[in-house]
Structure formats: C-alpha cells, structure tokens
C-alpha cells in the first residue's frame, strides 16, 4: 500500500520493468538487444569496462580492429584454441612418423577397404630400415601442415563462422563497424537486460547513438 | 587534427616515425584502400600489363602442351646436364615466395608494425610464386600422367616413395607451404573481406565479398580467437619458411656432385631467397603505389626499410660466396677447387660475374641514402638483383652438373627456346594472377593499418577518458 512517505520508489508498477529477460517492445518482432555506437577506441573500452562490472554476460563488442586491452576489460577468458592446435600438431607429427615407418621400413600388411595395404621395406645404400634422420623433415612439415590447418579450422569453429546472417546486419548504422565505428551490443536475453535501463547505462557511457535491433 | 609530415624518413629516434601519412583517421583509410577496389576502371596501365602478362600465360600453356605431347626432349636438360631451366626456375620461384612469409610472419613476431602497409600483397606474391614454383617439377616429371605416384597413395605395386629423398621432402615440403600460406592470406583477408562486402554497391560484389568473409562482424571475441591463431600461424609459418628452402637446398647438398655438397646451402639458401623475394616485393609495390595511389601507405620510409633488408641480406649472400669458395681451396679436395675456380674463370664464367655483380657490388649501393630513398635508383637495382638471383641458381647448377668429376663427360649445356619461352611464361602466371588480385582483392591489410595508427591506442593522453564523442 502506498504510505506516501516518499521513500524508494517500488518499481514494480510499470509494465516495461516486468522482470522478464526477452521484454517485447512495441514493435511485433522480438528484440535482439540494444546497440550502441562509439567513434574512438577510448570510448569503448571505458564503456566495456562499465558493462562487465554492471555484470551483463550476453554482450558483445564489435570493432574494425582489435582494440588493445579490449578483450580483457570485457572480461574474456583466453581461448583454448592453442591446445587445440598443439594437439593438431602432434597428430600432424605422429602421422607423419607412422606413414614413413611403415611405407619404407616394414613389410607389414594392412587391410583398408577394398585393398590390402603393404609396407615395402625400402633397401637403400645400406641405410637402417628405419632412418629416422631422414623422416624428420617429413615429420617437420605435417606437423606444421595440420597446425595451420588446425588454427584455422578450430579459430572457425570456436567463433560458429561462417554466420552470414546476424541481427544486428540489419542496423544501417551497424554498417561502419568493418569501417571506422566501435559498438556495444547488449542482448535482451540476458537476465539483467532491461530496455530503458540499459539503454540509459548505454547513453551514460558515452555512446553516440543507442538503437534497438530486431531479431 | 594534427597536420602530419609528409616525409616519414628521418632517422631521429627520440621521435616515432609515422607510418601511415595524411590520413588521420580510419574512414579516410578505408576510402583509400577500398577506393583501390572500388574505382570504376583500373588505371590504364592495369590494361597494359595485364594484356602483356595474359599473352605469357597464354603461350606458357601453350608450351606445357606441347611439353606433354612430345616429351622432356623438347627441354635442353641432356648429360650431363641433366637438371637444367626446371630445376633453377623452380628453385627461383620458391625463393621468391620466402620474403611475403618473413614479411607477415617474421615481421608480425618481431613487432614490426611497418609490414602492415606491405603485409597483403607480399602473401599475395607468395601465392603466386608457390604456384609457378610448383609447376615446374610437375610438369617435368616426363610421364605426367603417372605423377601421382610423388604421393603415398596407396596402388596394387606395392610402391610407395622413398621418403629418404630431399625430392620427395620437397613435395611435402613446398605443398604444406603452399597450404599453410594460402591460409594465412585468406585468414588475413577476412576482416578486410567484411569491409568490402559492407561498403559493396553492387549485389554481385556483396554476396562474393560476403562469402568469403564468412559473416565477420568484428566481434571482440572474434577477434580474440581471430589474434592468436594469427600468432600461432605466424609462429608455424616462420620455421616452415626455414625448412622449405631448406629442405630445397638439400636437393642439392645431398648430392656428392662437387660445388653441391656443402652443409652452407641451407643458411645460404634461405638468406638468398628473403634477398630475391624482397627485390621481387620491390617490383611490384613500386610501380604499384603508383598508379594506385596508395604512397602514405607505402611511404618512402617502408621502402628504405625495405632496402635495407635487401643490402642485409644481399651481404650475406656475397659472404656465403666468399665461404663457399675459402671451404672449397681450404678442405684441398681436388674436385671441389676445380669447381669454384670453374665457376669464376671456367665456360660459364659470363654467368658467374653477371651473378656476382647483380647479388654483391649493386645491391652495395644501399649504403648510400640518396640510392635508398631514390624510386628510380632502388627499382633499377631490384630488377637487377632478380637477374642475379636467377643466375645463381643457374651457376650453382648448371656449371656444376657440366663439369663435374669425369672431363669424358664434360660438356656444355644450352637452353632450347622452349626453356627460355616458359621462364618468361612463368611471368606472365605470376604476373596475371597478382594483377587479378589487385584489381578484386584488399590490397593492403586494412584492419592491419588501422591496428597500428596513433588513433587506434586507447590509452592516448588527447583523448578523453568520459568520451562524449
């Protein structure tokens, strides 16, 4: 009951502060998130640092390039792609043992498929069977093949690329991102996502423009 | 705005050289850049060259077919020697391919931040040079149509290859460099990718562009992910770069032919080739900076830099000449002696003071800041280095193979104008498919650029922590 002591107001009144994560607006489709516009790199971090404290989690930062110190304000935990890529290289490495091993220094049998495979033990100038000095650039060099390949297809993986359709492309402003503006994206599914409030937190921070995005 | 010096070439170094000139900030390095791409017509001199370099192309097809049909006879390769043009333009391409891997990797590990104006096209180059490189020995082997027996797959004849032939590390080693480039270039792209698909107007030039850039937004946690394996390609690429020219030298050093079994020809290989490929480099940005426009990114200090590489590496060619020939008087072997005077006095002698002059006494001129900062004096002398660089291939192989242990066998190796024809034919591939890519594809590295401008630090003292834009 109200006592009209003008104490804290109760915010449950309004509709808009309903504590639902995905607050449908006026508009008919779903909101996505709120994004914000930022012209210089300093801006962002600072406004980066302020959104990781206030503890969103379901939050971007998009940039031309990346922003020096960028990733550690926004409170991202280094990737796991180097081991990733580690492993890749000792497969790479192994495989590379193994192929040389038994092509040229046993006369194993293998069935694969529909043909039996065979090693041919390879007699050349009284060399060892299993040289191995000679197998290290081999070696060498599939271990750096699937290395790269390893980088590459896991640095795809881990970021879900290609995506080549996104929400936010549908935001003209959005365009400039691969150009010469900084922007902050905030989705409405995280839990502490509120759409006046966190456009305010947005503005607060220096945004030069804050705009809703449809799913 | 701060007015920016047009001259980034001073020596001070109290004072930061800047590396991108008149342009203070990003949009107007995204105009210029994409603007390469985006104009409606190349410059005319794209017609020109591309019309010159397509006719090479063209008649290097021509000639492969006929290569095929007829046999490696049509080649001068004949005993002695057996190894001739192939060989040494094989060797020649893949050198030059080396200096666009230092460049973007190299560079990227020592903090270089001057190989981003440089960066793109030199991994282009590279590309490009890995693909005429590695045409050669697929086209030599005689019986094409068996050649893939180069690969361990497995058939009914129990063959596999000998994996201890430096001929077979090459397969191994020039294909993983081929992919392991191929990646880092395209992986470097994809950013810039984004940007011409963003900035696209036709349909056609959005959904190509967007393809290609796979959806790249700029995301900070892409772009996280995106910088490591950038480092990690970068730390993979600089050791392949070693081993593949290594691994190209040890087609030779394996050999007991006299003037070829040296433990110099790795090191030695792989200065000569960051010294051809950084000439090559030259040559291109040079003319290309030019009639793009694009000199406050190729500033005139990125190209003395450059030509100090090029003095650098060029005095380590010229000692491992020297070594070469004190290892050879100094061991008293009979037969290695015989081959370095050869070298210099014997029946390719002409080859031999054409390499020394190209590779040794020009390339000293660099000393002088007027030849280092002169366009003319710099491109003359780059031009020159690749001739020299192709004749050291040349004489390495060629006057060794003529006059080696028995005089019964000696004799002397001419070119057929097949040779000849498909050296200029490997031009024009190299030189169409680099004018294809300036014209579709961001030439310069443009994420890259803006990385390393003043205005992309965060932590600058003008700028204003609160940012109200």
Redesign the interface.
């Given at each position: 009951m109200n006592d009209g002591a003008g104490t804290t107001a109760v915010p449950a009144q309004s509709p808009r502060t309903i504590p639902s994560p995905s607050s449908v607006d006026e508009s008919s489709e779903k909101l996505y998130g709120l994004l914000a516009e930022?012209?210089?790199?300093?801006?962002?971090?600072?406004a980066a640092k302020k959104v990781h404290e206030a503890g969103y989690k379901w939050w971007?930062?998009?940039?031309?390039?990346?922003?020096?110190?960028?990733?550690k304000a926004?409170g991202?935990r280094?990737?796991i792609?180097?081991w990733l890529?580690l492993g890749a290289g000792i497969t790479g490495g192994t495989l590379g043992m193994l192929?040389?091993w038994f092509?040229?220094a046993t006369n194993l049998e293998l069935w694969?498929g529909p043909?039996w495979?065979?090693?041919?033990a390879?007699l050349?100038s009284g060399?060892p069977f299993a040289?191995v000095p000679?197998?290290i650039?081999?070696m060498?060099?599939?271990t750096?093949?699937l290395?790269?390949?390893g980088?590459?297809v896991?640095?795809?993986l881990?970021?879900k690329?290609?995506?080549?359709?996104?929400p936010?492309?549908k935001n003209e402003r959005?365009?400039?991102?691969?150009?010469?503006r900084f922007?902050i994206i905030i989705e409405a599914k995280d839990p502490l996502f509120y759409r006046a409030k966190t456009e305010q937190l947005l503005t607060s921070l220096?945004?030069?423009a804050v705009e809703e995005v449809q799913a | 705005m701060t007015t920016l010096p047009l001259d980034n070439t001073f020596d001070d170094p109290t004072r930061r050289a800047p590396l991108v000139l008149n342009h203070d900030?990003?949009?107007s390095v995204?105009n210029t850049i994409c603007g390469v791409n985006e104009r409606p017509k190349p410059p005319r001199a794209w017609y020109i060259a591309f019309a010159i370099s397509s006719t090479f192309l063209m008649v290097l097809g021509v000639l492969i077919g006929y290569l095929f049909w007829t046999g490696v006879g049509v080649w001068g390769n004949q005993n002695p020697a057996m190894w001739g043009f192939p060989i040494v333009n094989f060797v020649f391409w893949v050198g030059i391919g080396h200096a666009g891997t230092l460049i973007s990797a190299i560079l990227y590990l020592f903090r270089q931040k001057w190989r981003t104006a440089i960066n793109r096209f030199a991994e282009a180059m590279t590309i490009f040079a890995v693909i005429c490189a590695g045409m050669f020995p697929g086209i030599h082997v005689g019986r094409v149509w068996v050649s893939y027996w180069l690969f361990?797959i497995?058939n009914?004849m129990?063959?596999?290859?000998?994996?201890?032939s430096?001929l077979?590390?090459d397969v191994?080693?020039v294909?993983?460099y081929f992919?392991?480039s191929l990646?880092?270039w395209?992986?470097g792209m994809i950013?810039d990718l984004?940007?011409l698909?963003?900035?696209a107007k036709t349909k056609l030039k959005a959904i190509s562009y967007?393809?290609f850039a796979?959806?790249?937004?700029?995301?900070?946690?892409?772009?996280?992910?995106?910088?490591?394996?950038y480092l990690?390609?970068a730390a993979?690429?600089t050791?392949?770069v070693l081993?593949v020219h290594s691994?190209v030298s040890?087609d030779f050093a394996v050999a007991q032919v006299p003037g070829w079994h040296t433990t110099i020809f790795p090191p030695y290989f792989v200065a000569g080739a960051i010294f051809s490929g950084f000439a090559m480099v030259m040559t291109l940005a040079i003319p290309a900076r030019q009639w793009w426009g694009l000199k406050d990114f190729i500033t005139l200090r990125h190209l003395e830099t450059m030509n100090k590489i090029i003095l650098v590496t060029g005095s380590m060619v010229g000692y491992a000449y020297i070594m070469e020939f004190f290892t050879a008087w100094y061991s008293g072997a009979m037969y290695e002696s015989f081959a370095f005077v050869n070298r210099m006095f014997g029946q390719y002698a002409w080859a031999y003071w054409i390499m020394v002059t190209c590779n040794v006494i020009v390339p000293q001129l660099f000393w002088f800041k007027k030849a280092r900062q002169s366009i003319p004096i710099m491109f003359g002398i780059c031009l020159l280095v690749n001739v020299g660089m192709w004749f050291e291939r040349f004489v390495i192989i060629v006057t060794s193979l003529s006059q080696d242990y028995l005089p019964a066998n000696w004799d002397y190796f001419h070119p057929t104008w097949v040779d000849l024809t498909m050296l200029a034919g490997s031009f024009g591939l190299f030189l169409t498919l680099f004018l294809l890519f300036i014209r579709y594809l961001p030439v310069i590295a443009?994420?890259?650029v803006?990385?390393i401008m003043p205005?992309?630090?965060?932590?600058?003292h003008d700028?204003?922590?609160?940012?109200?834009?």
């Open positions: 930022f012209e210089t790199p300093a801006a962002i971090l600072s971007d930062c998009c940039a031309p390039f990346p922003v020096h110190g960028l990733d926004m991202i280094p990737t792609l180097p890529v192929l040389q092509t040229n694969s043909i495979v065979t090693g041919y390879f050349v060399k040289s000679t197998w650039p081999v060498f060099e599939m750096v093949l290395s790269a390949i980088a590459v896991f640095l795809l881990l970021n690329l290609p995506q080549l359709y996104h936010c492309f959005f365009a400039r991102v691969t150009d010469d922007f220096g945004a030069s | 900030d990003f949009g995204t361990p497995p009914q129990e063959l596999w290859p000998q994996f201890r430096p077979l590390w191994f080693a294909g993983t992919t392991v990646l880092f395209y992986v950013p984004a940007t698909r963003d900035r967007g393809i796979l959806g790249w937004r700029g995301s900070i946690r892409h772009w996280h992910r995106y910088e490591r394996a990690l390609l993979l690429a050791p392949l081993s691994v040890f443009i994420a890259e803006k990385a205005a992309a630090n965060p932590h600058a700028h204003d922590k609160e940012a109200s834009a």
